[in-house]
Every structure is written in structure tokens, then in C-alpha cells.
């Protein structure tokens, strides 16, 4: 459930090799996920600031308030701790952290996702330092590395395992009373998910979502990201189960939509086309393909069965420490598909008033072509209940 000791070291070396190479002296970022990445310490952001410090020479630094040493202790943060005594303090949490750093330093990087505020707390406490915006570390994010693989793989198997409970319980209500509200299969799989996790592993590392998703039935699910409700799922409707679930910090997602009785043809047709767009398009995910060109390739599988207009969203996107991370399967993402990337493939039909229809599955880009990590039964036949 952890990476090995040795996963830090070598990633440090990396971005050591990446800040020479842009003639940056140090970076410093302060985006929950990118901690994660680089020192292992997975936390609750708030208005305390969190950060790690890589310099090209020297010790990597973890900045955190003194509320958070011990738990940055148990959890074995690959960083040197520097602790600061509360917020805002008399000393700015970054001053303390200048206090701590080894060297001169001329150009510091950052995160684009650093805020203006704290980009000029950063100038404040490093009087002539240069801030330097920097995707140096997003971009490495992009490629998992086979320990990184690892966990994602046993995510998928409980995500899978998530789904399959899921359908479980709907198939076992024997009235229309009995099948679950929106809520109530969301809760179920949720805890589900979480008991699997913690009887089957050690060392759990816990982030903010460890399992969950979405679920909605009839035409709330033409509603991508809508919330659960408390409404029943009924019989004759289709219903979607949007799950995932993080081990070692790294999510997957499975999603599939299930059709609550002997389909119509309407409801047919609409799922044999997601079916068809989202087996194309994830065997377009292949090493040297654009993520535009991808999308393209899956979306057109819709276009040309004249459900243009029911289109909402892309083909995917990139899946690591967040569920939604670059790359983009996009159009206007014209990133090159490389071995290691880990992305979603989730073409979906939104009719409204009706009800949505998605599949996705984590795929995991190889030298060979595409590989679900997620592997639920996607036909028909499998994804029918109570017919």
C-alpha cells in the first residue's frame, strides 16, 4: 500500500536533473498532490501552508505547521521537517523556511497552481530571488513509474470489485420498494470498497476520497456530475455507477451504466454506441498518438451515429495522484501519448430527460498498445440486471 523507500530518493534525483536543465536553483510547491509526489506526506489542505523544497544541491525540505510534525512523522515523509509554530505566526511560515535552507539561490520554481499570495510570500522571505512559474514536476507526474504501476493495478481490482457489489445489491431487491436510493447504493459500495482495502492491506495510506464515486439512476444520470439524491432507483431505467478508489495515494476509476431490466431499443441503441466509442477510443491510446487525435477517433464513433448532440465532455483524462490530471484526451491537448501514462476512457451519451449512458475504464499506456488496468464486463449481457 506504500511505495519502497527507494521510490523517493530516485524521483528527487530526477527533479534534480530537470532544475539543472532549466537553471533553476530550487523548487518550491505547495499543491497538496505535488507534496504527496515528492516527499510521500499526504495531508488535508488549508490555510496553513504545505511545502516541499527541492534543491538542485542539498536536502529536500518539507515546510508544515507544528500541528502536522507528527503526523508527517508516522508517515514516513521522505523530507527533512521544518516546523513552523502556527498561522500566520510573527515569522511567515516561508521566512522560517529561508531560515532552513542551505545556499544561495537566485531562481526559484513553482507550481502554475501556486497562488499570487504565496508567490509573493516567496519573494518576501528570499529577498532577491527570482520566482520562476514551473510545470517541472507536472510534468514528470505524466509518466508512472512501475512501483507507482503497481498500486494503481490493485486499485482497479477494488474498484472492479466495488462495481460488482454494486450490482450485487440492486439484483438482489425482489420489489420496487427494495431497490436502493441513489444515496444508499453509493454509501454501500463506499464502505464496501474501504473494508476491502483495510482486510486485505497493512499501512493504508489515507487520502481525502480512499473510495467512492458517483451514482444516479434514470434521467439523473444525463447529468454528468450530478450528486446522488435520495431517489430510488427504479425498474426499466438504466442506472450508473461511477466508482474508484486510491491505493498508496494513486486512483483508478470504473464506471459502467447497468440496465435495470430487459432493455428497450432505444436503450440499446444508446449503450451499443458508448460500447463501440469506447472500445475504439481506448485502442487508440497507443504510444505516439495525440491525446487530440485520440479523442477525436473516440468521439467520432458518436458523431457518425448521428448522437452528436448528446455529447458532453471528452473522450478522458489523465488519472495519478488526482482523478482528474493531465494529460487531457481533448481536443486543444495535443500532448503525445508516452509508456506510463495512466488515463481514463469514458465516452458518454447524455439525453435529457432520459438518462446518461457512460463507460470508463483506467488504461494504462504501454510500448505494446493499451492495457485496462479496470476490466468490469463492458457487453450488453453483462451489464444487464433482472431481465
Request: glycine share 10%; aromatic share 6%.
Amino acid at each position: 500500500m506504500r511505495l519502497p523507500p527507494t521510490f523517493y530518493p530516485a524521483l528527487h534525483d530526477r527533479v534534480r536533473i530537470a532544475l539543472d536543465r532549466a537553471g533553476l536553483d530550487a523548487l518550491l510547491l505547495d499543491d497538496p498532490l505535488d507534496v504527496a509526489y515528492l516527499t510521500g506526506f499526504a495531508h488535508f489542505p488549508n490555510e496553513r501552508p504545505v511545502a516541499a523544497w527541492v534543491p538542485r544541491d542539498g536536502e529536500v525540505l518539507l515546510l508544515v505547521p507544528d500541528l502536522e510534525r507528527e503526523y508527517a512523522l508516522d508517515q514516513r515523509a521522505a523530507a527533512r521537517l521544518v516546523v513552523y509554530p502556527e498561522f500566520p505566526g510573527e515569522r511567515g511560515p516561508f521566512t522560517v523556511l529561508a531560515d532552513a535552507v542551505a545556499g544561495a539561490v537566485r531562481r526559484v520554481g513553482h507550481a502554475p497552481s501556486t497562488s499570487t499570495g504565496r508567490v509573493a510570500a516567496l519573494a518576501a522571505a528570499f529577498p532577491g530571488v527570482e520566482p520562476v512559474t514551473s510545470d517541472l514536476v507536472g510534468r514528470l507526474r505524466l509518466r508512472k513509474t512501475p512501483e507507482e504501476i503497481t498500486l494503481h493495478t490493485e486499485a482497479a481490482r477494488i474498484a472492479d470489485a466495488m462495481l460488482a457489489e454494486g450490482a450485487r445489491l440492486v439484483a438482489a431487491a425482489t420489489g420496487p420498494d427494495d431497490l436502493p436510493t441513489e444515496t444508499e447504493l453509493a454509501g454501500h459500495v463506499t464502505r464496501f470498497g474501504t473494508a476491502m482495502m483495510y482486510a486485505e492491506h497493512d499501512d493504508v495510506v489515507v487520502v481525502p476520497m480512499l473510495t467512492g464515486g458517483l451514482v444516479y439512476g434514470g434521467a439523473n444520470s444525463a447529468q454528468p456530475h450530478r450528486l446522488p439524491t435520495a431517489d430510488r432507483l427504479r425498474r426499466g431505467e438504466p442506472f450508473m455507477l461511477s466508482l474508484g478508489c486510491a491505493v498508496g495515494g494513486r486512483f483508478v476509476e470504473s464506471e459502467r451504466t447497468f440496465l435495470l431490466g430487459e432493455p428497450t431499443a432505444e436503450q440499446r441503441r444508446y449503450y451499443q454506441v458508448v460500447r463501440e466509442a469506447q472500445e475504439t477510443g481506448t485502442e487508440a491510446l497507443r504510444p505516439g498518438v495525440r491525446c487530440v487525435d485520440a479523442n477525436r477517433t473516440c468521439l467520432d464513433v458518436i458523431r457518425r451515429a448521428g448522437l452528436a448532440r448528446f455529447l458532453r465532455h471528452r473522450q478522458g483524462h489523465g488519472i495519478g495522484l488526482g482523478f482528474h490530471e493531465p494529460p487531457w484526451v481533448a481536443d486543444g491537448d495535443e500532448t503525445v501519448l508516452e509508456p506510463g501514462m495512466v488515463l481514463s476512457s469514458e465516452p458518454g451519451l447524455y439525453v435529457p430527460g432520459h438518462a446518461g449512458y457512460r463507460i470508463s475504464d483506467t488504461v494504462l499506456v504501454t510500448a505494446a498498445g493499451p492495457r485496462r488496468l479496470t476490466g468490469y464486463p463492458r457487453d450488453l449481457d453483462d451489464i444487464v440486471i433482472g431481465a
